[in-house]
């Protein structure tokens, strides 16, 4: 049976890594790896259990606790593991012993802590500059007896000095907080005036926490996109975290008169809604950014966070010193949120006068870029869809030539690979990469999900979406998504729960609707799926979502004996075709649920001479299983199969 260790002290070396269970710290070649808090328990469970199998239960016993978890979520933390282990040139890795648990393979040697091996090797230091000083060179070469009397009692002095040196410093530090929050969501700070433009305000606030508590690593931050939402609303901060399910929350208020600003900010315990800390600050709009800082230093102590001085330096990071430029950031950002085409209309245009006014604001290019990628993805009427592409490509390039840790400048470069250049394997390099400098960012895991979905690799992208949706529960594209990839699966009962949290978050929702009438239509609940896809119809409102829905609705027709509504529905996916290249998919669906095998064939074969790989319709969707036994539609798949089709409701 495993048994954990737990000595505070050790420090465990195996290949290029170095793993500090007290400092909970892991360095690869000296340099720090970021890894969710569960995973790094369990990687310091199987280090200590080094060449032994650790049963799966003992895993979730020991991480988990008396929490109740799928095998899922340790599934999803081994292969967070793994990447965080990939290219150790074999030197060390995690076996899964199928069906049992797993097992760490490496040459793992046990030794001090970080910081005694530290103390040690300045102590020898002092030791070797002070005997080279005083002793003769006989001493160093011959070491006599006689020199060791003197070599203990500088020994002595120096372990004494640093005991002292300790005890000061330890009595000097400011007291640690005894909470300790496992997640925390940010809210955007309340309007106090009347003014509609405080409520950008507000959340640009609370996105420079979230961006600064994120860029520390240490605790799962909700991204603004979750609390986004509560813009605007008078919520009860402490009914706002459990629904969330964090441990605490950031709550504050923001209220400008001329060039003043009056900033309230409360760190609250929402187990027992105990006040963590709280503060006013009435300063000069010029100091927002000092303001800024405080509020996340402050933040950062009462949530007991060890910050370094490099991380104190991430806490002080600022992207403008421009106050102009950073209220059109925080107004772009605003509609950035929104995701609708006048709202993508209205941050393309706030984002450019934010990077007019301070053309290095390096933040303001990377979400330029991604606004314009989303308008290129949905493909809004703006502008066309490739000038969309290139004008997001130019614009986080330059944001990566000033700021290359911008993680949001690698999804915006990532999509526009993905879906324009269709250079697969550079999108996926772009969004690990992204996914590398913010672990928290759920977009990052969202797209990056869709991506490995697409190349096929269904077990990989649900951990990706379901990473997602752990940082972002409320998100209604992850929801949705979420329940698409598990109807892929075939597990129909839980896509359909993630699906209908998606519709039930937003009604006018089309996507959600669509996957809800698949998954109907495969449970055999068919007056449910026309309920639902008939009015999916009534709210597309672009050529993509009418594809979507005229396929799902066609399909349905077709399998349930409707032919004639059927063929209706071929019809108009006829006349879609001619601005919409993917409907030309969708009539193969419903061909199929026809039984007009050699149509379908016949349409997709057309397709197949266009597309880079064929997409996830045809490859993973279980309404054309009837087609996978044909030799013929061996022809349409031929590995590999990088990666082609649409990605589902973006974040």
């Known amino acids: 049976m495993a048994v954990s260790i737990n000595q505070r002290g050790v420090v465990y070396e195996f290949g290029p890594f170095r793993l500090d269970v007290k400092e909970r710290l892991l360095l690869r070649d000296g340099e720090p790896v970021s890894l969710m808090p569960k995973a790094f328990d369990i990687l310091v469970l199987l280090v200590e259990n080094s060449g032994h199998l650790v049963d799966k239960n003992e895993i979730l016993s020991h991480v988990w606790h008396d929490s109740f978890v799928e095998e899922g979520n340790l599934a999803q933390n081994v292969y967070l593991l793994r990447h965080a282990l990939a290219d150790s040139r074999q030197q060390c890795s995690i076996e899964t012993v199928r069906g049992r648990g797993y097992r760490f393979v490496g040459n793992v040697v046990e030794s001090h802590s970080a910081e005694l091996a530290v103390r040690e090797q300045a102590a020898l230091v002092l030791i070797d500059r002070h005997t080279e000083s005083i002793a003769p060179p006989a001493f160093v070469v011959s070491r006599s007896n006689r020199s060791w009397p003197r070599f203990l009692a500088l020994a002595v002095l120096v372990c004494a000095l640093g005991a002292m040196s300790y005890f000061f410093l330890a009595r000097n530090a400011a007291p640690e907080s005894s909470f300790k929050a496992k997640s925390i969501a940010v809210l955007p700070f309340k309007a106090l005036s009347n003014e509609n433009m405080d409520e950008p305000l507000g959340l640009g606030m609370a996105n420079s926490m979230i961006i600064k508590l994120s860029n520390l690593q240490q605790i799962p931050v909700l991204p603004t996109s979750t609390v986004f939402k509560y813009t605007g609303r008078e919520t009860d901060p402490l009914i706002v975290g459990r629904e969330l399910g964090v441990d605490a929350v950031l709550d504050g208020t923001i209220q400008r008169a001329g060039d003043r600003v009056r900033v309230t900010a409360q760190l609250l315990s929402v187990s027992d809604g105990k006040t963590l800390w709280s503060d006013k600050f009435d300063e000069q709009f010029s100091n927002i950014f000092a303001v800024q800082d405080s509020i996340s230093e402050r933040m950062a102590i009462a949530l007991a966070l060890q910050i370094s001085g490099d991380e104190k330096k991430l806490l002080r990071k600022r992207y403008t010193e421009d106050t102009l430029a950073y209220q059109d950031y925080m107004r772009g950002l605003y509609f950035w949120n929104k995701r609708t085409e006048e709202g993508l209309r209205l941050s393309i245009q706030y984002f450019s006068d934010a990077v007019e006014k301070d053309p290095g604001f390096a933040l303001a290019q990377a979400m330029l870029a991604d606004s314009y990628a989303l308008v290129g993805y949905y493909q809004y009427s703006l502008i066309p869809r490739k000038e969309a592409y290139q004008k997001a490509r130019v614009a986080a390039q330059k944001a990566l030539q000033m700021d290359e840790t911008l993680s949001q400048a690698h999804i915006a470069l990532a999509t526009v690979k993905q879906f324009h250049d269709e250079d697969f394997d550079g999108a996926e390099a772009s969004y690990r990469q992204a996914i590398a400098l913010n672990p928290d960012s759920a977009t990052a895991h969202h797209r990056y999900s869709q991506l490995l979905l697409l190349l096929g690799k269904l077990d990989d992208a649900l951990i990706e979406i379901k990473l997602a949706h752990q940082l972002d529960p409320l998100s209604v594209a992850i929801n949705n998504n979420l329940g698409y990839t598990l109807y892929l699966r075939r597990d129909y009962s839980q896509a359909e729960k993630f699906c209908q949290n998606a519709h039930e978050t937003e009604p006018a929702a089309v ?10 239509e495969q449970r055999g609940m068919i007056d449910q799926a026309f309920t639902v896809l008939n009015k999916a119809r009534t709210l597309a409102a672009t050529n993509v979502a009418q594809s979507d829905v005229l396929q799902a609705l066609g399909h349905v027709y077709a399998v349930s004996g409707k032919k004639d509504e059927a063929r209706k529905v071929l019809q108009a996916l006829t006349q879609l075709s001619k601005q919409e290249e993917e ?38 969707d279980p309404r054309l299983d009837s087609l996978r036994s044909d030799p013929r539609y061996q022809e349409l798949v031929k590995p590999p199969s990088p990666l082609s089709g649409e990605l589902e409701n973006e974040n």
């Open 511 to 520: 996507q959600p609707l669509v996957n809800l009438g698949m998954i109907y």
């Open 583 to 620: 409907a030309q998919i969708s009539k193969a669906l419903v061909h199929s649920g026809l039984g007009e095998m050699d149509q379908a064939f016949q349409v997709l074969e057309v397709e197949s001479k266009t597309w880079p790989a064929a997409p996830t319709i045809v490859t993973l």
